[in-house]
Nanobody, 122 residues
Framework: QVQLVESGGGLVQAGGSLRLSCTAS????????MNWFRQAPGKEREFVAG???????YYQGSVQGRFTISLDNAKNTVYLQMNDLTSEDTAVYYC????????????????WGQGTQVTVSS
């Protein structure tokens, strides 16, 4: 019913930038919350950024000021612009859509993409 596909990950040097994309099918992105999570090896999946159906944006403290979440309604896509990357940003990044900003793995009514790898090299 709802499918999310992430893209844009890759290898980048510290201080560099990447823009991740998450394209949705089966749902118009502006009608529900969209979130980015990330998961590093051996660590729990954590919230990175979210955007509410009303357009409000929210960020995890460590990415505030460096990452920006945005929507392109014409492309049914949510983006995560990541600037000034550090090694601590290395993780698999996942997009989800659900009932509220920040809804995670234990939430109901949440759909997830398969993830895209981001690796930051010094």
């Amino acid at each position: 019913q709802v499918q999310l596909v992430e893209s844009g990950g890759g290898l980048v040097q510290a201080g560099g930038s990447l823009r991740l994309s998450c394209t949705a099918s089966g749902r118009t992105i502006g009608t529900s919350a969209m979130n980015w999570f990330r998961q590093a090896p051996g660590k729990e999946r954590e919230f990175v950024a979210g955007i509410s159906r009303g357009g409000g944006t929210y960020y995890q403290g460590s990415v505030q000021g460096r990452f920006t979440i945005s929507l392109d309604n014409a492309k049914n896509t949510v983006y995560l612009q990541m600037n000034d990357l550090t090694s601590e940003d290395t993780a698999v990044y996942y997009c989800n859509t659900g009932p509220y900003v920040g809804v995670g793995p234990d939430g109901a009514g949440v759909y997830w993409g398969q993830g895209t790898q981001v690796t930051v090299s010094s």
